[in-house]
């Protein structure tokens, strides 16, 4: 396997990083203190090309591939993870789908402005009582004459607060199960749609999300996202890529926090040395070392799997998933306790990180999720 950076990709991981932490990261705090929604880094990040990365140029994206994206979306989280998510979901939940599902309309319509950073994009797939258990839809879209109407609540929807459209799922057949699931492109100007107030979040507070009602929403025919019962294959796929998504910024999020642990070990002095000399700490740091290395090869190969045309990279997109969230989590704990009170003060940014690196765990399906995911793909083969 080469693991080689073609020169395109090295000049996308510079401009990327150059960016993060010129720009990005001088405000992260800021952003997390005031739960604010850095709306001039989006726009910036979207005249860079960064909201659509892996989407072709002929639809408004940058024409580079996923390893790329894996490569900017880690520097861009290690910088803030609120700004890390909302590039996130813009491209690979609601922007992949869109190219792989989408019509010629929807693309020309939605794409195009998504993937330029224009407007911005989210994805409504979980409930207040469907969360892991996506299947369980409670959302309706009915068919009346040339239309959809579009009934329900969707529950922890980043982005929402301020995004232009919106991908959701909805039975359209209560009677199939799973296979009754539809997918919709909704705009969150349509009478009928309602956007809650932002959640008050642990972490990743820069990242807003909310609940969003649907009250008898009428929609064209046209708003069907794929084919009528297609939904839950929309959803999966869209799943696959946004959990390269998520471990990238896991990666980045884990990174900063070894980086600041790391600074801070080889500043502070205990017992007459600094405390990078004490083998408890050196221990930690080669724990922290390794873990995110390993995740970042899982990231990797999950990134090419998709590159390279693979069917179904669902265990791959799992596993990098599964190893990074967790790993970024050991690596923020262990930089907190490196720290020691220091960490568990704000003035010091490995307190945010540790706040920052739970959801990683939760969202775009939870870690026992991920589990039965890989356990599904060996035991199944």
């Given at each position: ?84 998510v909302i590039v996130s979901v813009n ?215 998709k590159d390279a045309g693979v069917a ?70």
């Amino acid at each position: 396997m080469d693991l080689d950076l073609s020169p395109e990709q090295k000049l996308v991981l510079e401009t990327a990083r150059d960016f993060a932490n010129t720009t990005i990261a001088p405000r992260a705090a800021e952003i997390d203190r005031s739960h604010a929604f850095p709306r001039d880094l989006i726009a910036e990040l979207g005249k860079m090309g960064f909201m659509g990365i892996a989407i072709p140029q002929a639809h408004g994206g940058a024409g580079m591939d996923t390893v790329t994206y894996a490569l900017a979306l880690e520097e861009i989280s290690r910088a803030c993870a609120s700004t890390g998510v909302i590039v996130s979901v813009n491209n690979s939940l609601v922007c992949d789908p869109l190219l792989i599902f989408g019509s010629d309309e929807q693309k020309m319509t939605w794409l195009h402005p998504l993937a330029s950073g224009t407007k911005l994009g989210c994805f409504a797939l979980s409930e207040p009582d469907s969360g892991s258990d996506a299947a369980a839809q409670k959302t309706t879209a009915r068919r009346d004459g040339e239309h959809w109407v579009l009934s329900g609540t969707k529950n922890f929807i980043t982005n929402a607060p301020v995004a232009d459209v919106a991908i959701v799922m909805a039975m359209t057949d209560l009677s199939k199960g799973h296979h009754g699931i539809s997918a919709f492109v909704v705009p969150l100007s349509t009478e009928g749609v309602r956007v809650g107030p932002p959640d008050q979040k642990l972490g990743i507070r820069g990242a807003l999300s909310a609940q969003v009602f649907f009250d008898d929403c009428r929609l064209p025919a046209s708003a069907l996202l794929g084919n009528e019962g297609e939904g839950w294959k929309v959803a999966m796929k869209t799943l696959d890529g946004g959990r390269i998504g998520i471990a990238a910024q896991a990666v980045g999020i884990g990174r900063a926090a070894f980086e600041a642990a790391m600074r801070y070990a080889l500043e502070r002095k205990s017992f007459g040395k600094i405390i990078a000399e004490h083998q408890a700490i050196q221990f930690k740091l080669a724990d922290m070392s390794t873990d995110l290395d390993a995740a970042r090869l899982l990231l990797w190969r999950a990134a090419a799997a998709k590159d390279a045309g693979v069917a179904r990279y669902t265990k791959e997109a799992a596993m990098a998933k599964l190893f990074a969230s967790e790993a970024c989590n050991r690596i923020a704990r262990e930089a907190v306790q490196i720290f020691g009170g220091y960490g568990y003060l704000e003035d010091y940014p490995v307190e945010r990180h540790f706040r920052d690196a739970k959801i990683t765990e939760i969202y775009e399906g939870t870690s026992e999720i991920q589990r039965l995911v890989i356990a599904d793909a060996v035991v199944g083969g």
